[in-house]
């Protein structure tokens, strides 16, 4: 089979570092890679009584650019009629199947989120998650991303077998 993703994209797709960025010219699969490795990371996590928990924040810095782009990419590279619907007004794409071949169940929760300025550092201070990714990065506030590091590792907690990886895409 041919791999979609270049060597650049290839190397991040694999990359197993807690903060990891790639750059790249339009077209060049970033976002792509980025999904997938979301994906790889939920599929590797630890599993706990036969499932393998994880919770994700997806981040673009405004709601159009997120539902536009973001969004789009996502549930072209994931569509609900094969992982489950989309939910459009908390912006959450909730996993629960058992890979085909698969032992485990995979319970993975994407949730998409526009944060813009500081104001909306509140809106990543409470919550657990195994990890975020950044599309566009360099459109988001450095504070935000900042704050951010903080809530990653933070899901599953140990009481469902705790976090195989964490970290900020």
């Known amino acids: 089979m041919l791999n979609p993703l270049g060597p650049v994209a290839s190397a991040f797709y694999l990359d197993n570092h807690e903060v990891a960025a790639i750059m790249g010219p339009v077209g060049s699969a970033k976002s792509t890679a980025a999904a997938m490795r979301l994906v790889r990371h939920a599929y590797e996590q630890r599993p706990y009584n036969g499932i393998r928990y994880s919770r994700w924040t997806i981040v673009r810095n405004t709601g159009p650019q997120l539902i536009d782009t973001t969004i789009k990419t996502w ?4 569509p609900e ?23 485990d169940l995979i319970d993975a929760e994407f949730m998409f989120r526009a944060l813009d300025d500081e104001d909306d ?48 895409i």
């Open 121 to 168: 550092i509140s809106k990543v201070l409470s919550l657990d998650v195994t990890g975020m990714w950044f599309n566009e990065l360099r459109e988001i506030n450095p504070n935000i991303f900042a704050q951010a590091g903080r809530r990653c590792g933070r899901y599953p907690g140990g009481d469902l077998g705790g976090c195989t990886w964490r970290g900020r």
């Open 81 to 103: 009629n094969v992982y489950g619907k989309f939910a459009a007004t908390s912006k959450v794409h909730h996993w629960r199947f058992r890979p085909q071949g698969g032992k």
């Open 75 to 78: 549930l072209k590279l994931f």
